[in-house]
């Protein structure tokens, strides 16, 4: 049954459920029309009322209901609906009164997992703030950049990140850019604090008007990703889309009574948006975690009884790599995306018949697809209803040119069943791309135009798909200029920029190469030494670890005399991707990254071996 409805407004599956009540159906409306109806249906109701509901609207709901139900529970401690609720009240107080935000602004959250990002969260929506999350691993340059994309003043940041503004808070201060701290002290005197001021706030809710929404399109939040420009991408994440993300652990089957378990970072979208808005929207339970940790995680989950955990494919491959096998748990489903085929039949015949459900859509894109059948290996399902629905193609692309294929007249050219393409998903009114916050030169980026006739436009998605003869469709790779590494898209050019200050290093050339039994692909870089310098291990350790987050990091270096270039004048990567980090096989001088001797040290045979054997920890 549907979730419960008050005053009048619908629960976002309360509106699915209408469209089509009971389980015979669900799986009609996760597959095929759920995403199209839901947009619709939000659409017509937004538009019939002065305001919309949200998924603050439905916490807000939610902790009316079910007050004393535990929300949260971490490091130990539960967190009722009515703690977060109350807490979130006062923190709006706070900022309302104390740090005198006002509806419209925008602030912007250096926080990690744990209850009081919820609680910042909330609270800053309450008086109307659109949010911006900060990813805790960038840097100085990046976190700079970060502030002129949203447009935030503000910066709220969790307790024990205060000494990541090294560096940059004379600058963020010089910027007006104001700093609250969630601690009762501060050293500096130029950064503020909130806890000491959260006690003695109100716990009564603010008026209502000033979260309140009158379009679904209205950003609620900026989501940072790495892209092709290099630098982070604030994508805007709108009302609509926060709606549609809470809905996914219901598309699946999901109940209020589950226990969700999160080990993702919150200021990615699979933990925020799926994870905090699907446990919301079912009025269940979440187990948040500061970080995964693949020895703890079946005594967490047998703990707390957890039946939907949260993944990424390296996730799992570390639990895989765990020396025990544990099939004693409640555990039944698994919510996610990146999950390898070898990786995904190994975690079933170790941990027991988990229906893994792999959900494919970046950030920022206007493509969703639904694993919901659990088939091995594919990222969701298409037909002839969803194609009418979502106009999405997969077109020929040159791997070595880098760039799709075109035909005489310069469009593209689809591929045959079965054939692997590039994935491009239409923009219209039902599949909107919302873009990039603070530059309409980087939404533009994103799109391609004149596809197939002239005037269209298509979302790049950057990834190589196929698709089966019975629909079923498989991430096969990135193409351009990211790679995925430890989970995050790591985005070449603002390593190829970072890499480009080392005074030793000519040019460099970064791309991503496989490892075997491991997700995605490390960095490597390679690099022409200006005349007269020499290459400097330690030097260049150094440098990346100040400047680069541990996941864009190089694991390797390989030197050149000549970098290859394609016809059009761009580095040649599909070759250097494709000879790989083999010593016994690559002229060219190899360095791997050491992290007990702090430096890049020449790659042999005999680490290229341990590498390939799991017996370098990377």
């Given at each position: 049954?549907?979730?419960?409805?008050?005053?009048?407004?619908?629960?976002?599956?309360?509106?699915?459920?209408?469209?089509?009540?009971?389980?015979?159906?669900?799986?009609?409306?996760?597959e095929?029309?759920l995403?199209?109806l839901?947009?619709r249906?939000?659409?017509?109701?937004?538009?019939?009322?002065s305001?919309?509901?949200?998924?603050?609207?439905?916490f807000?709901?939610?902790?009316?209901?079910?007050?004393?139900?535990?929300?949260?529970?971490?490091?130990?401690?539960?967190?009722?609906?009515?703690?977060?609720e109350?807490?979130?009240?006062?923190?709006?107080?706070?900022?309302?009164?104390?740090?005198?935000?006002?509806?419209?602004d925008?602030?912007?959250?250096?926080?990690s997992?744990?209850?009081?990002?919820?609680?910042?969260?909330?609270?800053?929506?309450?008086?109307?703030?659109?949010?911006?999350?900060?990813?805790?691993?960038i840097?100085?340059?990046?976190?700079?950049?970060?502030?002129?994309?949203?447009?935030?003043?503000?910066l709220?940041?969790?307790?024990?990140?205060?000494?990541?503004?090294?560096?940059?808070?004379?600058?963020?201060?010089?910027?007006?850019?104001?700093?609250?701290?969630?601690?009762?002290?501060?050293?500096?005197?130029?950064?503020?604090?909130?806890l000491?001021?959260?006690?003695?706030?109100?716990?009564?809710?603010?008026?209502?008007?000033?979260?309140?929404?009158?379009?679904?399109?209205?950003?609620t939040?900026?989501i940072?990703?790495?892209?092709t420009?290099?630098?982070?991408?604030?994508?805007?994440?709108?009302?609509?889309?926060?709606l549609?993300?809470?809905?996914?652990?219901?598309a699946?089957g999901?109940?209020?009574?589950?226990?969700?378990?999160?080990p993702?970072?919150?200021?990615?979208?699979?933990?925020?948006?799926?994870?905090?808005?699907?446990?919301?929207?079912?009025?269940?339970?979440?187990v948040?975690?500061?970080?995964?940790?693949a020895?703890m995680?079946?005594?967490?989950?047998?703990?707390?009884?957890?039946?939907?955990?949260?993944?990424?494919?390296?996730?799992?491959?570390?639990l895989?790599?765990?020396p025990?096998?544990?099939?004693?748990?409640?555990?039944?489903?698994?919510?996610?995306?990146?999950?390898?085929?070898?990786?995904?039949?190994?975690?079933?015949?170790?941990?027991?018949?988990?229906?893994?459900?792999?959900v494919?859509?970046?950030?920022?894109?206007?493509?969703?697809?639904?694993?919901?059948?659990?088939?091995?290996?594919?990222?969701?399902?298409?037909?002839?209803?969803?194609?009418?629905?979502?106009?999405?193609?997969?077109v020929?692309?040159?791997?070595?040119?880098?760039?799709?294929?075109?035909?005489?007249?310069?469009?593209c050219?689809?591929?045959?069943?079965g054939?692997?393409?590039?994935?491009l998903?239409?923009?219209s009114?039902?599949?909107?791309?919302?873009?990039?916050a603070?530059?309409?030169q980087?939404?533009?980026?994103?799109l391609?135009?004149?596809?197939?006739?002239?005037?269209?436009?298509?979302?790049?998605?950057?990834?190589?798909?196929?698709?089966?003869?019975?629909?079923f469709?498989?991430?096969?790779?990135?193409?351009?200029?990211?790679f995925?590494?430890?989970?995050e898209?790591?985005?070449?050019?603002?390593?190829?920029e970072?890499?480009?200050?080392?005074?030793?290093?000519?040019?460099?050339?970064?791309?991503?190469?496989?490892?075997?039994?491991?997700?995605?692909?490390?960095?490597?870089?390679a690099?022409?030494?200006?005349?007269?310098?020499?290459?400097?291990?330690?030097?260049?350790?150094?440098?990346?670890?100040?400047?680069?987050?541990?996941?864009?990091?190089p694991?390797?270096?390989?030197?050149?005399?000549?970098?290859?270039?394609t016809?059009?004048?761009?580095?040649q990567?599909?070759?250097?991707?494709?000879?790989?980090?083999?010593?016994?096989?690559?002229?060219?001088?190899?360095?791997?990254l050491?992290?007990?001797?702090?430096?890049?040290?020449?790659?042999?045979?005999?680490?290229?071996?341990?590498i390939?054997?799991?017996?370098?920890?990377?």
């Amino acid at each position: 049954s549907s979730p419960c409805l008050s005053r009048g407004h619908d629960s976002v599956c309360g509106v699915a459920l209408r469209c089509g009540r009971g389980s015979l159906l669900r799986s009609c409306f996760t597959e095929t029309l759920l995403p199209v109806l839901l947009d619709r249906r939000l659409l017509e109701l937004s538009k019939l009322t002065s305001s919309v509901f949200t998924v603050l609207d439905r916490f807000v709901q939610q902790a009316e209901r079910i007050p004393d139900k535990p929300f949260v529970i971490y490091e130990g401690r539960t967190h009722t609906y009515r703690d977060v609720e109350r807490r979130s009240n006062r923190l709006a107080h706070v900022f309302l009164h104390r740090v005198r935000l006002k509806k419209g602004d925008c602030v912007a959250v250096l926080m990690s997992n744990e209850p009081d990002f919820l609680c910042v969260w909330f609270g800053l929506a309450k008086v109307g703030c659109s949010v911006a999350f900060l990813n805790t691993n960038i840097k100085s340059k990046s976190l700079l950049h970060c502030f002129n994309c949203c447009g935030a003043k503000t910066l709220i940041v969790g307790s024990e990140l205060v000494d990541c503004l090294d560096g940059i808070l004379t600058t963020l201060l010089e910027d007006n850019i104001q700093v609250w701290a969630m601690k009762s002290h501060s050293e500096h005197t130029q950064v503020h604090t909130l806890l000491d001021k959260i006690d003695a706030a109100s716990d009564q809710p603010v008026p209502a008007a000033l979260r309140a929404a009158t379009s679904l399109k209205t950003p609620t939040l900026y989501i940072f990703t790495s892209g092709t420009t290099g630098l982070p991408k604030a994508a805007v994440i709108t009302h609509l889309q926060s709606l549609k993300a809470s809905a996914g652990f219901w598309a699946f089957g999901g109940t209020k009574d589950d226990v969700v378990y999160i080990p993702l970072p919150l200021y990615h979208s699979a933990a925020s948006l799926i994870g905090i808005g699907g446990t919301i929207e079912l009025g269940a339970t979440c187990v948040l975690k500061k970080k995964f940790s693949a020895s703890m995680f079946w005594a967490d989950c047998r703990k707390h009884d957890v039946t939907i955990f949260q993944y990424i494919g390296e996730l799992c491959r570390y639990l895989c790599n765990q020396p025990k096998l544990d099939k004693v748990h409640k555990v039944r489903m698994g919510v996610g995306n990146g999950l390898r085929q070898d990786v995904w039949r190994d975690f079933q015949s170790r941990f027991g018949n988990i229906k893994m459900c792999e959900v494919y859509g970046s950030t920022e894109g206007n493509l969703c697809l639904m694993n919901h059948t659990g088939k091995t290996g594919s990222v969701g399902r298409s037909n002839y209803f969803y194609k009418l629905l979502f106009k999405y193609d997969l077109v020929k692309y040159d791997m070595e040119k880098d760039e799709p294929v075109k035909d005489q007249h310069g469009f593209c050219q689809r591929v045959k069943r079965g054939e692997t393409g590039l994935l491009l998903s239409k923009v219209s009114a039902t599949t909107p791309f919302f873009g990039y916050a603070g530059s309409k030169q980087l939404t533009e980026k994103k799109l391609m135009r004149n596809v197939f006739v002239k005037g269209d436009a298509y979302f790049n998605t950057g990834d190589l798909m196929s698709e089966d003869h019975e629909g079923f469709i498989y991430f096969k790779d990135r193409v351009g200029d990211t790679f995925r590494w430890k989970g995050e898209n790591v985005a070449t050019t603002e390593v190829t920029e970072i890499l480009g200050l080392v005074d030793f290093i000519q040019e460099v050339n970064v791309y991503g190469v496989e490892i075997p039994r491991h997700e995605g692909r490390a960095g490597m870089a390679a690099m022409i030494i200006r005349a007269g310098l020499t290459f400097d291990g330690k030097k260049l350790f150094e440098h990346v670890t100040r400047d680069l987050p541990a996941y864009a990091r190089p694991l390797f270096v390989r030197i050149q005399e000549v970098m290859e270039m394609t016809s059009t004048f761009k580095q040649q990567k599909f070759q250097l991707v494709q000879s790989g980090f083999n010593p016994s096989t690559i002229c060219d001088p190899l360095y791997v990254l050491d992290y007990q001797q702090k430096s890049y040290i020449p790659l042999t045979d005999c680490i290229y071996q341990s590498i390939l054997a799991g017996e370098c920890k990377l």
